[in-house]
């Protein structure tokens, strides 16, 4: 199974400053396989990322995401008012599609 | 646009069963995998079973293995969980997510609570 450790645990920052959110698999994983979400409280999460890179429909561009191998990352631009919530990663090769424990992205 | 709406949730006795149901419209509803997630209250998310488009194929996470059911009527667009052995850890949010891989769109959630 792999397991996917984030960090930090939770990030305070103000508005239009920018949020670099990691996402470490405990084995390499193919970039196809990672997906971020974002969850605000009382919401059900909204898919951002899929396939480490790709923006999903209707994810305005300040949200992008990189990485390989183990090591992901999610980078907000420019941090607005909607964009403080938790942010998970997960990974989607083959069963269990596990999720990170997520970050907390709050104001400062 | 795609809309995904759990229903069955509640409050159960340990040991106890239920069963969730996800009606789907707005898209092909055929022709997608379908999959059950979980968030414990306060805690984070956990992927609980998945079922190919034709219902091919069905997996679990092994907390639910032999415990819960995964099925679908694509003729009537519709997602189940049937939930049996209820434990006190099965207490979440469940939510239903469209996408054979990751999850383009997500239910509401439906309040699951195991507790005497």
């Known amino acids: 199974e792999i397991v996917l450790t984030q960090s930090p645990g939770t990030l305070s920052l103000s508005p239009g400053e920018r949020a670099t959110l990691s996402c470490r698999a405990s084995q390499t994983i193919s970039v196809s396989n990672l997906a971020w979400y974002q969850q605000k409280p009382g919401q059900a999460p909204r898919l951002l990322i899929y396939?480490?890179?790709s923006r999903a429909t209707g994810i305005p561009d300040r949200f992008s995401g990189s990485g390989s191998g183990t090591d992901f990352t999610l980078t907000i631009d420019r941090l607005e008012s909607e964009d403080f919530a938790v942010y998970y990663c997960q990974h989607y090769g083959g069963s269990p599609f596990t999720f990170g424990p997520g970050t907390k992205v709050d104001i400062k | 646009q795609v809309q995904l709406v759990e229903s069955g949730g509640g409050v159960v006795q340990p040991g106890g069963s239920l069963r969730l149901s996800c009606a789907a419209s707005?898209?092909?509803?055929?022709?997608?995998?379908m999959h059950w997630v979980r968030q414990a209250p306060g805690k984070g998310l956990e992927w609980v079973a998945f079922?190919?488009?034709?219902?091919?194929?069905?997996d679990y996470v092994d907390s639910v293995k032999g415990r819960f059911t995964i099925s679908r009527d694509n003729s009537k667009k519709m997602l189940f969980l049937q939930m049996t052995s209820l434990r006190a850890e099965d207490t979440a949010v469940y939510y239903c997510?469209?996408?054979?891989?990751?999850?383009?769109?997500w239910g509401q959630g439906m309040l699951v609570t195991v507790s005497s």
């Open positions: 707005g898209f092909t509803f055929s022709s997608y995998g």
């Open positions: 396939a480490a890179s």
């Open positions: 079922i190919r488009y034709d219902g091919g194929n069905k």
């Open positions: 997510a469209k996408g054979s891989h990751y999850f383009h769109s």
